[in-house]
Each structure stands twice: as structure tokens, then as C-alpha cells.
């Protein structure tokens, strides 16, 4: 089974920006989704960026559109999450997460599709 590890959280002031990375251990298939969550203390799961292996087609949220980009590697697996603009209200434990298959055709966004799941990194955005 894929193993997740995400590093890169840390504070920063509103406006700067963060690099979040996602080590991946094991192999996925290209049927595979993976993406970026995040939780906010009090809140439900969010999804950030979603990620089809197979293609590397993206489906960002609302929120994020414009300020935050998934990188890709040469295996479509979305290591890095460039979060520039950041606003307080995204500070939140920031998750990469994983999935073996599509659903409907499409890598969703609601956090409950996916089964895999690393342990988190914090990041706090000071007003």
C-alpha cells in the first residue's frame, strides 16, 4: 500500500507563500487520484487540488484558484503544493492523500472518496 509523508508547514505572514512536499512510498496505479486536503481546527476536510495519475489532470477548489499550484513529477504524483497569496483562512493541517481509482471518471474533492492518507503538516498564516 502507498505511504505518504508531507513536510514544508511552518508560519508565515498573509501574503507570503509556502512549498509543501509529498514523499511517496510504494507504487500507484494510473487509475490512481491523489490530492491535497486540509482541516482547519473545528472544521470539516477540505479538499485543495485533486490529481489523475493517468494524466495528470488537476481540479483545484474554488478557494485556492490562482494561488495555489500542484507540482507534478514525471509519475504525475503531485509532490509539491505552491501556496503563494496565503490568507489566514488557510491556515489549516494540510494533508496529501490518495485513492486507487477514479470516481465517476474524475479524482473528487470531498475528502471521504479518499482512503489513504499521510500525517499532516501545519501551517499557520499570521494577519
Known amino acids: 500500500q502507498v505511504q505518504l509523508v508531507e513536510s514544508g508547514g511552518g508560519a508565515v505572514q498573509a501574503g507570503g507563500s509556502l512549498r509543501l512536499s509529498c514523499a511517496v512510498a510504494?507504487?500507484?496505479?494510473?487509475?490512481?487520484?491523489m490530492g491535497w486536503f486540509r482541516q482547519a481546527p473545528g472544521k470539516e476536510r477540505e479538499g485543495v487540488v485533486s490529481?489523475?495519475?493517468?494524466?495528470?489532470?488537476?481540479l483545484y477548489a474554488d478557494s485556492v484558484k490562482g494561488r495555489f499550484t500542484v507540482a507534478l513529477d514525471n509519475a504525475k504524483i503531485p509532490v509539491y503544493l505552491q501556496m503563494n497569496s496565503l490568507k489566514p483562512e488557510d491556515a489549516a493541517v494540510y494533508y496529501c492523500?490518495?485513492?486507487?481509482?477514479?470516481?465517476?471518471?474524475?479524482?473528487?474533492?470531498?475528502?471521504?472518496?479518499?482512503?489513504?492518507w499521510g500525517q499532516g503538516t501545519q501551517v499557520t498564516v499570521s494577519s
Open positions: 492523500a490518495a485513492r486507487y481509482s477514479t470516481v465517476g471518471g474524475r479524482c473528487p474533492l470531498n475528502h471521504r472518496a479518499y482512503a489513504i
Open positions: 510504494g507504487s500507484t496505479s494510473s487509475n490512481s487520484c
Open positions: 490529481v489523475y495519475i493517468r494524466d495528470g489532470a488537476t
